[in-house]
């Protein structure tokens, strides 16, 4: 898809200075379908893209974010994803930031904003919890009101980067008397605080480790790191999960992740030809190919024409994983046998073989979360089924 | 192709309305009563609405209006499961006309309404060749199923595996009619060494067949994404009332999931539709441009169908009735899935026009 030529001169000067500023390493990493990048990668490239003033893609100008047109932002992630560069950090700079940024106090705006944008903190998001998953308003986690503070006790769980961030933003119950939604408080505290624990949780598909459970006993945090008012931090969630336009369909990485497979499949034999002239191969891959540009464009005209407002961001994430779903099961089997080596194999002790076997079957597992974080798929179809169908 | 325009949307509630009042699923049982053929006097009436010369330009009689327009117009018919020549005729056979600049006067003859045109190009078992006769051809061959064939004036056939397009009179062919499942009529053709002068040959190269096959398809993607919409909201209306076990069945969590899956669907196959018809017309190359036609044919064929039996599904046992729509609405996407292409057609064609060319 063009868009006008200011924009495609956007799209220039994005694409040039992200592959030319690109770290061969961190590229190499996303290529390879990781999610987990070391804490060190993540801030050089978010440091790289500050240079820019590209680092908080969404922001308005006066808070230090570039100010771009939605097509702007589009094409900036578009161009981001098919260099292999990672995903801008979605807890500081996706959510937390803007939240701050509507709700904020003066104060919080001061001392919170410059942090992201400079890439000095890192933040998780403490939403889950063992008792609370799809149904996040049942949350228990306590914060008790004790004059100027809150102490906390209780536990967060399936906590991304809880395990590499400086600070948690979470929801908090500091009153359990009215109905669920109410007495919900939204608090930020530093992870180094006495009286938190974080227990990493090993994924089944071997990768490095991004979710973990975090244990918080007797844990102060002062009223004015509260954001919002007390007990009505369900606004506040309901804002910030609202943010996400862009990007939920994940289309960006599927296409770059299915150029990757067809040009695999394009050079790899299957019995005296390419593979991807199999007919059985080539119509699951062109089938993939045509649901994914389904969703390309269903997103570019529910973004930018006429689409349903409200629907777009629960269509869009369940489709776009599905998809995504089905391009890297496919990865895993064009790979063949060889895709079924342990990903914690070291690398010398590994057969010979193509490099997508390396990666293919743990991304294929990995990314199975993607049809359950953010409001699991079935989610999504309850809030279409309530906000597009009115049932 | 993002959104419609504010005569894009006069179209779509002008025709709505139109269609609605006079050709509701009543009306369209009544009159498929009488015959399956191509009515006449209802034609005209489109003539005078001006839907016919809708996507011509000004200078050639038409109303100045795009492809798009005319594709608005075929989700309308598609809404209401109306059956005529429109979007192989009018609008796609004209779209190519208009094109290539040949015979203006069979042109002028479309958007009046005089004049009906039906597409053979479907090859029978028996292919359409030519012989040369002096500077004329000669057609001999079958063309099948081709829609309103027994209704047409004029015939545009394909030959010689579709390098050569020519316009033929419906009289210098034998054409043997029958109704077709999805409320219309269609026809074998015949020719037999049936002459063609130079000036009704359109094209001797496969590149006019291209964009008319292109353009009948966009159109044809159009129609079913209408359908869609209108099977979806019949279901989701009908699921809303219906009672069982002392609830609605559109309480039922299982059935909204299915619900809002149909309603998905339905937005995938529009982006699509809309994303086919704006290949003919916002200057993509020809390559490109069939690459995007056949995603959304082998898209629309394969998920029109599904969503045509999931809603016959949903209804239960008054889905089987000839009485309601639906089942009527799942027997024209089925017949749109296998006109003009498959969708295995498609998908090799799709694979084949990849620019990377792996």
New interface residues.
Partial sequence: MRFAEDIESFRSEVRDYVRTRLPDDIRSMCAEERMDLPKEAQRRWHRILAEKGWAVPTWPVEHGGPGWSDEQHYVFEREVALADAPRSMVYGTGMLGPTIIEYGTERQKREILPRIVSGDDFWCQGFSEPGAGSDLASLKCQAERKSDRYVINGSKIWTSEANIADRMFGLFRTDSSGKKQYGITFLLLDMTSAGVEVRPIQTFDGGGIEINQVFFTDVEVPVEDRVGEEHEGWGLAKYLLSLERFGTAEVSRSLATL?RL??F??NRLRGNQ?L?KDPEF??R???I???L???E??E???L????PAGAEAS?LK??GTEVQNDILELLHDAVGPHALMDPRIAAEDRPAAPEEARYAARAHFNFRKTMIYAGSN?IQ??I??KA??G? | MFALTEEQTLIRETAGRYLADNFDFTARQKALALGYGLDRARWQEFAEMGWLGLPFAEELGGAGGTLMDAAILCEQFGRFLMMTPYATAVAGAGHVLARTGASPDLLAGLISGKCVLACALTDGDGAVRTDTLGQALTLSGTKIAAPFAGDADHLLVSAEGGTVLCLIPASDAKISTYRTYDGAEAGDVTFTAAAVPPSMILSTDADTLSLLEDTLTALACAEASGIMWALQEQTLEYLKTREQFGNRLSSFQALQHRLVDVYVTCQLAQSMAWDAVAALEDGCTPEERSRRVSAAKAFVSEAGRKLGQECVQLHGGIGMTDEIPVGHGLKRLTAISIQHGDAPHHRRRFRRLDPLAL
């Fill in positions: 150029d067809k040009r499949a394009a390419p991807i080539a119509a891959l062109t089938r190919e045509i649901e540009r389904a969703v464009l269903t570019l005209r529910l930018f024409g006429d689409g269509l369940l489709k079935e179809r309850n279409m089924a597009v169908l049932l």
